[in-house]
């Protein structure tokens, strides 16, 4: 059973910056696609970025792009996600999922991270 396990979430000033990571249990890691979700207080969950098996593909939000960066690194069964410029309106539970690709279903979550963007 895939098990996701995500770091690095924390209060941080607007401007700030965050890497959170999702650190997967299973061999077969590099086998799925990894999206980042996030979910506001009273708003639905939405997508953030996806990264596909290989780490040759990404697709990002449009409210995220340029500021937000995704990377795997399959050796270490670690998904990585940079934030950089972060605003208010980032502040969200943040959930790791793995799917079969970035358009696939999800099959497993992880426990989420809070971010919290404030001064």
């Known amino acids: 059973q895939l098990q996701l396990v995500e770091s690095g979430g924390g209060l941080v000033q607007p401007g700030g910056s965050l890497r959170l990571s999702c650190a997967a249990s299973?061999?077969?890691?590099?086998?799925?696609?990894i999206g980042w979700f996030r979910q506001a207080p009273g708003k639905e969950r939405e997508g953030v970025s996806c990264i596909g098996r290989s780490g040759s593909s990404t697709n990002y939000a449009d409210s995220v792009k340029g500021r937000f960066t995704i990377s795997r690194d399959n050796a270490k069964n670690t998904v990585y996600l940079q934030m950089n410029s972060l605003k208010a309106e980032d502040t969200a539970v943040y959930y790791c999922a793995a799917r079969d690709s970035c358009s696939g279903y999800v099959s497993h979550w992880g426990q989420g991270t809070q971010v919290t963007v404030s001064s």
């Open positions: 299973k061999f077969t890691f590099d086998y799925y696609a």
